[in-house]
């Protein structure tokens, strides 16, 4: 074979390598794109699943949302000394309550009196605007309690408005009692976390406290897809 067949050759052997590698990448690529499509759908719960996992979650829990005045330094911090004085006035009142319709009648006769403690304190703090509590239904996005996710969706809610409402709200689940839970543990405690369980289903106490998980769990299988890619 003379040099100018064996420089065609290996040319086309070069170009065929180039191929190859470019072929070998978008099959890859493609495999990698199905894989990922399909553990999401088995990973993710369907929109109509996850709608009915909310609604049943929210039938058995009323949230509790403190609103500031504002979002300055002074109107959050007395936020948050009435949110303390709040909880501490409902806790004996709710504390042993095992039924949502029980928790909400009592919530509904104790909302002058919340708005009574809000207003006694704004005053003492030298503040002149009010606070208003109410007992209604709305939407909220997700929200994360410690290692427990409330999913999107509509909730009652029990709202205590300070002043304008325009701040920043500190929010907490009052049934079951989760409000009397210390704020900085980083974990739900196990006797409220059986609580929930008694009153919500087992798919239902697994959505709230799987999310995290079921997205980390689909984030580093998707790591090792491409990691295993990247290998071949």
């Given at each position: 074979?003379?040099?100018?067949?064996i420089y065609s050759a290996l040319a086309i052997h070069k170009k065929w390598n180039y191929k190859s590698y470019i072929y070998c990448g978008f099959f890859s690529f493609s495999v990698l794109l199905v894989l990922f499509t399909l553990l999401l759908f088995k990973a993710?719960?369907?929109d109509a699943r996850k709608d009915n996992l909310q609604k049943g979650i929210a039938s058995e829990i009323i949230r509790f949302h403190v609103i500031g005045n504002s979002d300055s330094a002074e109107d959050q911090a007395l936020k948050l000394v009435i949110k303390g004085a709040l909880t501490d006035a409902l806790r004996p009142k709710l504390e042993h309550v095992k039924n949502i319709n029980e928790a909400r009648s009592i919530l509904n006769n104790n909302l002058d009196e919340m708005e009574t403690?809000?207003?006694?304190?704004?005053?003492?703090?030298?503040?002149?605007?009010?606070?208003?509590?109410?007992i209604e239904k709305g939407y909220f996005p997700l929200k994360v309690y410690g290692d427990l996710s409330l999913p999107p969706g509509e909730y009652e809610a029990v709202r205590v408005e300070l002043g304008a409402a325009a701040g920043q709200n500190w929010w907490c689940i009052m049934f079951?009692?989760?409000?009397f839970v210390d704020s900085t543990y980083s974990v739900v405690p196990k006797s409220s976390k059986e609580e929930l369980k008694y009153l919500l289903t087992d798919e239902e106490y697994k959505a709230v406290f799987s999310n995290r998980d079921t997205k980390i769990k689909v984030k580093f299988k998707i790591l090792s897809m491409i990691k295993d890619a990247m290998k071949d």
């Open positions: 074979m003379n040099h100018h067949n993710l719960p369907s403690v809000a207003n006694r304190i704004i005053k003492e703090n030298g503040y002149d605007y009010t606070a208003k509590a109410t079951p009692p989760l409000c």
